[in-house]
Every structure is written in structure tokens, then in C-alpha cells.
């Protein structure tokens, strides 16, 4: 191997870590152990810095423009070397080590030349190695002491729970919805499960809560017309895109910059499923996602039960909404017995799960909670007294 080879090698390696992650910031996800250090080209080291700290960089221009010691050449190679996740990691583990050696070597020649000046003695010499080498191995593990940890937690501080917009819903999610944790509402067949997703997603929007809606089911910009609907004072069954006095909302409303965001993609699988709400992360900074409905996960390979399969669903979206500190709510169908059809894996990953109750052809419904993390599980309404009901425009659920 020649002298040159591995210098190349590190500079290709930096390179597909930037244009693979340009090209999909979700890998960031598998990418936080890497730092400008990590890098040996100055340029690539301070567009990395760029790219980590500022999530509306998502193209090469966009990189170049916050950084004038991106030269041409730099740009072109970045350019070409955006590759699959595996390529990716290999190249993140090689540059994790290659920094390692060169850390280890800065010991060794620190070492030697201590040796050589005589101003230590050789035990003292050794044991000064020792420990360097000993820092440098624990800085390898990803296990943390509990005072980083102490020291995590107070940094991040509170995060407090993210309102739906419904009163009664709020209490009986001790609140609202958790950053950091799964939130399900459960409902049966036809019971106003993507009317709920929708009515929160508007009135998170209206609070300018960055929000991703997936939905797995109906016509793709369904929700979207409950939306508008609502925003118009009518019913969605009498939207009319035609109508002369609507022009002029119009106008305004498709040129207006928002923060809800929709995947329409039936038949998703869990892993394109984390894919996705890991993209939407980095791209808009979600601090909510809503996912219409649990039981429409794809299951794809292995042995496993449907069962266990589902259960495996939600227990990476609890992983994710930890990872990621984000609300993620999903809705799924309850059985005859009330419970979450096809398993109750969900009830082992989410933090609360609501149900959400409506007897034939009313427009009421109560909350009652089937698990929760957040305290005494709550309930609210009852056949008296509703917690809620459906009213228009929209329609929307508000409180009773």
C-alpha cells in the first residue's frame, strides 16, 4: 500500500459521510458519534459542523453558500458520493478509527519524547501512558456515567406535555401528548379514529407545532379536506374548488407556508415507517407525528406471530419517539371486547393508550385509558355527559 492510500481513503470516507447524509439526513440517526474531529480535511470538517447544526441545509448549494473553503473540486466529490446505509456506516466505523490511531499515536510520540528529553522517569512515563490510554478507551463506549447523564437531563430540562387541543383529551393524557413517548387512541371500526388525528393536526398547526400526519388508509388528501373544510366554515362534503367566492382564500391558502406535513403511503412497512418520520425529523423538525392506524403497518419477513410482529411495530415507535424526544401518536381499532385488535403488544410500548368510545350513530363520545405511565389512569364523559362530540365545519371533534 502506498503512502497516499490511506489519506485517500479517509477523504473518501468524509466525503460519503457529507453527500450520503445530504441525500438522506435520516442517517444523521446512525451518525452521532461523528464530530469535525473525526475529519482531517478543514473544509469537510466545518461543512459537517454545518450540516449537524443547521437542519435547513439539504443540498450541496445550500452547504457551499455557509461556507466559502468548499472548493470546487471538494463540491464535485461530495457530489458523487452519496451511497446506500451500509456504505455509510462502514465509512463512518473506518473514520472512527483511523481518528483512534492518530489519537494513540500523539500518546505514543508525547510518551517517547518525554523518554528521550530524560525529564521522567521511565515508570512515571508508563503510567502517564496507561492512563491516556485508558481516557481514550473509555471515550470508545457509548455507556455514559450517571453524572453525564445527571448532567443530560438538566440541560435538556422539562419537556412539557403538547396540548391537542381538546380539554377532555388532555386530562385523560394526563395533560396532553408526551415528547419522548408513544400516545394511542383506540376506537372501533368507523368511530371517528382519522376525524381525532385531524382535528389535532389542525389545531397544532394553528399553533405552529411542527406536525407529520401518515396516513395508511382512505384517499390521499382526505384529512387535508377535513382541514380546509373546517378553515372554510363548511362541511367537506360541500367543498367546491369552483366557487367564486372562495377565490380569494384560495389564493392566500395555497401559497401559505405551513407546518403540517403529510406521507400518504398504504402498505408501509415499520422499517420504511422509521425511515420516514427519521426524515421528516431531520428535513422540518417534527415535534409530532400522527399515524393513522397502528393495524395497517405492513409486517414484513420472519417467523414471528402477527402478534408479535405488531407488537414489534410499536415498540419502534416508542424507541423512536424516545430517540428522537417527539409526540407520536397512533391510532389503531379496538375488538368487540374492547381491546386493540390483533394484540395488545401496543399496550407494552405506548405511555398512555385512550379509547375513544361512541354509541351508534351519536355524535358524543367519552375517553376512558387503558394504560398509562403518567399516572392513575383517567377517564371522562359519560353516556350523560359526553367529553366530546363531533360538530362542524369539518367536521372536528370539540369538547361537549
Not at 469537510?44 to 461556507?67: F, H, K, P, Q
Request: contains cysteine; hydrophobic residues 40%; charged residues 25%.
Amino acid at each position: 500500500m502506498s503512502e497516499q492510500r490511506p489519506i485517500e481513503i479517509q477523504l473518501a470516507a468524509e466525503a460519503s459521510l457529507l453527500g450520503s447524509t445530504l441525500a438522506k439526513r435520516e442517517y444523521l440517526s446512525d451518525l452521532g458519534s461523528i464530530t469535525p474531529e473525526h475529519f482531517v480535511e478543514s473544509a469537510y470538517a466545518n461543512a459537517w459542523r454545518r450540516l449537524t447544526e443547521d437542519s435547513g441545509i439539504c443540498d450541496v448549494l445550500s452547504l457551499r453558500l455557509n461556507g466559502e473553503d468548499l472548493t470546487d473540486a471538494l463540491v464535485n466529490r461530495i457530489t458523487k458520493s452519496s451511497y446506500q446505509r451500509d456504505t455509510v456506516l462502514r465509512a463512518r466505523d473506518y473514520m472512527i478509527e483511523t481518528k483512534r490511531k492518530r489519537e494513540l499515536r500523539k500518546i505514543a510520540a508525547s510518551a517517547m519524547a518525554d523518554l528521550d528529553n530524560g525529564e521522567a522517569s521511565s515508570e512515571s512515563v508508563a503510567l502517564q501512558l496507561a492512563r491516556a490510554v485508558q481516557t481514550l478507551e473509555g471515550a470508545q463506549t457509548n455507556a455514559m456515567s450517571a453524572q453525564d447523564v445527571a448532567a443530560a437531563l438538566y440541560d435538556k430540562g422539562n419537556s412539557p406535555p403538547i396540548s391537542t387541543g381538546i380539554e377532555s383529551l388532555d386530562y385523560v393524557f394526563h395533560g396532553g401528548l408526551h415528547p419522548g413517548s408513544l400516545n394511542g387512541i383506540f376506537a372501533r371500526f368507523k368511530h371517528g379514529k382519522t376525524l381525532m388525528l385531524s382535528t389535532i393536526a389542525s389545531n397544532l398547526e394553528k399553533r405552529e407545532i411542527p406536525t407529520l400526519m401518515v396516513t395508511l388508509e382512505r384517499r390521499q388528501g382526505d384529512v387535508e379536506r377535513f382541514i380546509v373544510a373546517r378553515s372554510l366554515n363548511i362541511d367537506k362534503q360541500d367543498l367546491d374548488f369552483e366557487r367564486p367566492e372562495d377565490a380569494e382564500f384560495w389564493a392566500e391558502y395555497r401559497n401559505t407556508k405551513r407546518c403540517l406535513h403529510y406521507l400518504h403511503k398504504p402498505g408501509i412497512t415499520a422499517a420504511e415507517l422509521r425511515t420516514q418520520i427519521l426524515s421528516a425529523y431531520y428535513a422540518f423538525g417534527v415535534k409530532v407525528v400522527l399515524v393513522d392506524y397502528w393495524q395497517l403497518i405492513k409486517l414484513a419477513g420472519g417467523r414471528e406471530s402477527r402478534e408479535e410482529k405488531q407488537a414489534e411495530s410499536a415498540q419502534m415507535l416508542a424507541d423512536l419517539a424516545s430517540e428522537l424526544d417527539i409526540a407520536i401518536v397512533l391510532t389503531g381499532q379496538l375488538n368487540q371486547e374492547g381491546h386493540p385488535r390483533g394484540g395488545e403488544g401496543v399496550l407494552a410500548s405506548a405511555g398512555i393508550v385512550v379509547r375513544l368510545i361512541r354509541t351508534e350513530d351519536s355524535e358524543e363520545a367519552v375517553f376512558d385509558t387503558l394504560v398509562s405511565n403518567q399516572g392513575p389512569e383517567r377517564a371522562k364523559g359519560s353516556p350523560t355527559e359526553p367529553a366530546a362530540k363531533i360538530v362542524q365545519p369539518g367536521p372536528h371533534f370539540a369538547d361537549a
